[in-house]
Structure formats: C-alpha cells, structure tokens
C-alpha cells in the first residue's frame, strides 16, 4: 500500500513564508559550495540565517529562504547539477532521530516508509510518496510548487533521488542501483554525472520524478535493524510531529490574519487576543517555530509587493501603500535587503522571465 504523502503548499499561500521547514538542506549545501570556493554565509545573513541560528537543532527556515539561498548557490558555483554532489554528500545522522529510525527500520522498504511518512521532520522541500507498483517499488518526489524556479526545481529534484541513493548505499551496500529513475526536467548536455551517480537507465522529460527500486532490494534487511529501538524512535517522531502542526496553524493563521488586513497591520497585543493567548505566550510559541511576528509581518509584506510588482498598471506608490509601506522608500529599502535589487530592477527581471 502506498504511504500517503503530505499535502503539498498551493502556490501563493502562506505556507510558502512559514519557517516551518529544518534547514537540512542547507546545512548539506554549504560544504560542498566551499569545495567550489564559495562562501554562502553572506547569502544565508541576506535571507535572516546567521552562523548561530545555523548552528540550532531548532531553527527551521521558510520554503522562500531555501530557494534564495539554492538559486544563489548555483549562480555563484556555476555547476547546473549542483543538487546531485549536494544529494552524495549526505548521511542520515544528518537528519537526525528520523535517520537514527530508519536506521533501526526492519526493511530499506520500512526505513523508506518511515521517511515518507515524517517528512515534514526531514528537511526535504519536496513531497515524497512511495509504493509497491507493477515496475517496482516506487518512490517519487514531487515539486510543491509548480511556478517554483526552474534552475531550483531541477536542483531539487536532484537532490532528492541522489540522496536517496547515496543513503541506500551506505546503509545497505554500496553495490546498489534502482531500477530506472525518471526526471521531469529536460535531459542536459552531459549526461555523465548522472549515470555515474545512479549506475541504471535514466530518462529526462517524463511525466514526474520517479525512482524505481529493485523489488528484491526494498525488501533487504536493514543492517542496524532494532524493533525495540524502531518503536521507541517512531513514538518520539510522531510526537514531535503533532507539536510541528501546531505550530505550522500558528504560523498559517497569522499570515492569513496578516495579509487580510494589509495596508493595515495587526498590533500584537491584537493577535494575541485573537489567539487567546497572553502576549508573552504568543511571543514564546513564535520563539519556538524560530521566528519573530516582525519576521512574520515581513514575510507576508514581502510576498505581497512581489505579487504586486507583477501588476504593471500599478505605480510604485501605489504598491508601497497597498503592502503597508509608510511610502516608497521604505519599501525600496525592504525590498533591496530581501533580494539586492531596487523594486523597478525586479520588476524588469519578472516581466524577462
């Protein structure tokens, strides 16, 4: 039976501003771009990530901060496959107890399952869902967003099944090949780092990104295997997957409460009345999703002006006073700091694409 997968964000919503999402990813990428000789800590500072907040085990970013971040790594590493090396770097230690579960899985089916079904703990910016088929035993990922970069698309897409296999390799044998992988992106110049990587049929333009794992392999026995232990890792997991839902509503009902309310914005003594709550516990269940309502008011701010400047009929003015600027420098200002540009250069750069 396939494990049913989590629902994907809808383009546009606020869920693409929650910082909802641990930063493994990142934390993937920046030793491999040092390799390159780049130095990301001035693209992690841009988007509100420092070398501490990098550091916590409870930082979790937005889906927006981690595709700044990758679009400017594959800008400045100049490497089109950037996500394949970033998906071989990686280890499951680097995901935590969820890695430490699928580590004492029974199966390499078990530890996939378990990884699909707390995704949301992973890391991962795509949505994953698996199951047995008549090809094989199927794992696929699938973009959350459609309109989402597609230089960052392919990276993700990339990273996701390379990390895959590169984890079914040093969990369970080196000598492992899928089946077949499928990606939805076009097929690139050189093909080489692909079938190097994944040492089997890979095609380019299909319907989804699809891996298809040897029947006999998803059923191999994991080499660490503990039910005791696997027990007691899932008990903890779904734990901290229930405090994760809370806290994503939080962070869901706030930018709704927000970006309704926009020119205006709410006080927080307002939204902690709303929320029933004292200001001083709304201000402690902020702090442990790793963010601040002025971050939170900044977000929805930013992805309003972005969705406004898509709009050529309205002026400058007019976008400062709708997203709630106090005038047009402000949001000069808030708009260079989000993405190095003046409001009218992004402009131009969304009506190029």
Do not use: K
Request: net charge negative; with cysteine; proline share 7%.
């Amino acid at each position: 039976m396939s494990e049913s997968p989590a629902p994907a964000p809808s383009p546009g919503t606020s869920r693409s501003t929650s910082a909802t999402i641990p930063p493994n990813i990142l934390r993937c990428l920046t030793p491999v771009t040092d390799g390159y000789g780049v130095d990301l800590r001035p693209e992690l500072s841009r988007v509100g990530l420092d070398e501490e907040m990098m550091g916590s085990a409870a930082l979790r970013v937005s889906y927006r901060q981690g595709s700044a971040v990758i679009r400017r790594a594959l800008e400045l590493t100049g490497d089109p496959h950037l996500g394949l090396r970033v998906g071989a770097a990686q280890h499951l230690t680097s995901w935590g107890l969820l890695g430490f579960a699928q580590m004492a899985a029974e199966t390499l089916r078990e530890a996939i399952e378990t990884g699909v079904r707390f995704q949301n703990l992973s890391g991962a910016m795509v949505v994953w869902s698996a199951g047995q088929e008549e090809a094989g035993y199927v794992l696929r990922a699938e973009l959350p967003d459609p309109a989402l970069d597609p230089a960052v698309a392919v990276f993700l897409a990339e990273e996701a099944f390379a990390s895959v296999v590169a984890l079914t390799r040093l969990s369970s044998g080196e000598e492992f090949a899928p089946q077949s992988v499928e990606f939805a992106f076009p097929a690139p110049r050189d093909m080489g780092p692909f079938t190097d990587l994944f040492r089997c049929p890979v095609r380019f333009g299909a319907a989804e990104n699809r891996l298809v794992f040897p029947t006999a392999w998803a059923g191999r026995p994991m080499p660490g295997r503990d039910r005791v232990t696997y027990t007691g890792v899932v008990e903890l997991l779904a734990e901290q997957v229930a405090s994760r839902r809370d806290q994503q509503d939080l962070l869901e009902g706030l930018e709704i409460s927000i970006a309704q309310s926009l020119p205006d914005v709410p006080s927080f003594v307002e939204q902690a009345r709303r929320h029933a709550s004292s200001e001083r516990t709304l201000r402690r269940r902020l702090a442990e999703c790793g963010t601040t309502y002025e971050a939170v008011v900044d977000g929805v701010r930013r992805e309003r002006v972005e969705q406004l400047l898509r709009r050529p009929a309205l002026t400058l003015r007019d976008i400062a006073r709708q997203a709630g600027f106090s005038d047009v420098r402000a949001m000069r200002r808030a708009v260079h700091r989000w993405h190095g540009v003046t409001p009218a250069r992004l402009r131009e750069e969304g009506t190029d694409q």
